[in-house]
C-alpha cells in the first residue's frame, strides 16, 4: 500500500473528537453542500428548459412546411393553402430522423357561449395529430369516424374556464367571412393544458375537414405539415434535408425554435444564470477546502516534523495531505450526490417547490438529471478539491523539525 494514502487513512481515522476532526467534518460539510446546489440547479434548469421544450414542441412539432410567410414566420391566420401533396408526405415521413408527419389547417374564429366570447385560432387535425406528453389532455378526444367532418372540439382548459364551460358542452364556433358570420355548434370532446399563455389562450383543436369546409377549399388543400422528429437535436437537420430535397418555392420550412425565439432566447439566458451559480458554488468550494485543510496542516505541523525527523521527503508529505484532501472531497461529494438526488427525487415525486404558472409556464419546479452532468459536477470537484490543496502544503516545507519537535 502506499505510504502516503495509508498514514493520510489512518490519520482521518484516529481524529475522533479532536480540533483537527471538527476542521475535516467542516471541509466535508461544505464541499458536500457545494455539490449539492450545482447537481439540484443543473437539474432544476435542465428540467426547466426541456419541460417548456416538451410543450412547444408537442403542440406545434419540430418543423412545420408550408407556404412562404412574408409577414413573419409564425404569422399563420388566414394563412394560403398549399397543395396537400401524397409524394411529399411520405417522402417527409419515411426519412431516418422522422417520427411523425401531420397536415393541418389555421382559421381564427371567435367561440361563444352564453354571451361571453373569446377568439381562438382553430387548428384543423387529422387522426394521426396527437399531443406531446408535456401537454395534459381531459376528456376522450375527438370523434373522426364520422362522415363529413368531425363536430368535436378541443379548448384549452384556460379557454374554458373563461368560457365555463367543460367537457360535453356545446359551443356556438363563429366563421366570418365577408363581416357575414357562419355559425358551427360543437361539442367540448375534450381539453388540453400546456401552461403557456401564448398557446392556451389562443388555440383550439378541430377537425381538418371542419376547416376544409369552411374556407371552400378541398380535401387536397391544406396549410401545411407538421414534422415531429425523434430528437430536438435533429431538427435542423431535418429542417435542411427537406428545403433543399423536398419543396420548392412558394413552400418554405420553418423549425419551432426559429417561430419562437423570444421563448428559446429566455431559456438561454435561464442556462447562462445556472452558469455563474456553477461558478460562484465552485469558488466556494475551493475557499472552503483551501482554508480548512490550511488549517488542518498548521495544526499537525508537530506531526510534520516528526515525519522530517524520521526522513520522509517532501513529496511524500505532501502527498498525504493531498490523499487527505481527495478522501475528505470523496466523502463530500458522495454526500452531496446522495442529498441532492434525493431532493431531485422528492421534488420529482411530490411537486414540492412550486411556481407561478402565469410567469413559468409550469405549477411545480421541473426535475431533469443528467448523468454525465452528475459525473461533471462529481469528478471536476474532486480534481479541484485535489488541486486547491497544492498551494497549503507549501507549508510544508517551513516546518522546522527542531523548533516544533521541542514542544512535544
Not at 431538427?235 to 419543396?247: G, K, M, R, T
Amino acid at each position: 500500500m502506499n505510504l502516503s494514502f495509508f498514514i493520510a487513512r489512518r490519520y482521518l481515522v484516529k481524529q475522533k473528537g479532536t480540533f483537527s476532526s471538527f476542521i475535516i467534518r467542516l471541509a466535508i460539510v461544505a464541499t458536500a453542500l457545494s455539490v449539492t446546489v450545482m447537481i439540484v440547479s443543473l437539474a432544476v434548469v435542465t428540467g426547466f428548459k426541456h419541460a417548456i421544450a416538451e410543450k412547444l414542441f408537442g403542440f406545434m412539432g419540430h418543423v412545420q412546411v408550408r407556404s412562404f410567410n412574408e409577414s413573419g414566420s409564425n404569422s399563420v391566420g388566414f394563412a394560403r393553402p398549399i397543395y396537400a401533396d401524397s409524394i411529399l408526405y411520405h417522402e417527409i415521413k419515411k426519412m431516418p430522423l422522422v417520427k411523425s408527419v401531420s397536415p393541418y389547417a389555421v382559421r381564427p374564429a371567435i367561440a361563444q357561449v352564453n354571451g361571453l366570447l373569446e377568439g381562438l385560432q382553430l387548428k384543423g387535425v387529422d387522426s394521426n395529430y396527437r399531443l406531446g406528453s408535456g401537454v395534459t389532455t381531459f376528456g376522450k378526444g375527438m370523434d373522426f369516424s364520422t362522415s363529413g367532418y368531425s363536430k368535436d372540439i378541443i379548448l384549452s382548459k384556460t379557454t374554458a374556464d373563461r368560457l365555463n364551460v367543460k367537457t360535453g358542452d356545446k359551443v356556438r364556433v363563429n366563421f366570418i367571412d365577408n363581416d357575414l358570420p357562419r355559425v358551427r355548434l360543437l361539442k367540448v370532446a375534450g381539453l388540453y393544458h400546456s401552461g403557456m399563455e401564448e398557446m392556451d389562450k389562443a388555440y383550439a383543436i378541430c377537425d381538418l375537414r371542419l376547416l376544409q369546409h369552411m374556407n371552400g377549399w378541398g380535401a387536397d388543400s391544406v396549410n401545411g405539415y407538421q414534422v415531429e422528429v425523434y430528437n430536438t437535436a435533429f431538427a435542423d437537420s431535418v429542417a435542411s434535408d427537406i428545403h433543399y430535397n423536398l419543396i420548392m418555392a412558394p413552400l418554405a420550412v420553418y423549425t419551432t425554435t426559429d417561430n419562437y425565439t423570444f421563448i428559446f432566447d429566455w431559456l438561454e439566458m435561464q442556462g447562462v444564470n445556472s452558469a455563474i451559480l456553477l461558478v460562484i458554488m465552485a469558488i466556494v468550494a475551493i475557499i472552503n477546502m483551501g482554508a480548512a485543510l490550511l488549517i488542518l496542516i498548521v495544526d499537525r505541523a508537530v506531526m510534520i516534523g516528526l515525519l522530517k525527523a524520521l526522513g520522509m521527503p517532501y513529496n511524500a508529505m505532501r502527498n498525504v495531505f493531498l490523499s487527505i484532501a481527495a478522501i475528505v472531497g470523496g466523502v463530500g461529494v458522495l454526500l452531496g450526490n446522495i442529498l441532492a438526488l434525493s431532493l431531485c427525487y422528492i421534488q420529482q415525486t411530490y411537486g414540492v417547490l412550486t411556481l407561478p404558472e402565469n410567469s413559468y409556464y409550469m405549477r411545480y419546479a421541473p426535475i431533469k438529471v443528467i448523468w454525465w452532468q452528475v459525473a461533471a459536477v462529481d469528478i471536476t470537484t474532486l480534481v479541484l478539491c485535489v488541486l486547491c490543496m497544492w498551494l497549503p502544503t507549501l507549508y510544508v516545507r517551513r516546518v522546522q523539525p527542531a523548533k516544533v519537535l521541542q514542544f512535544k
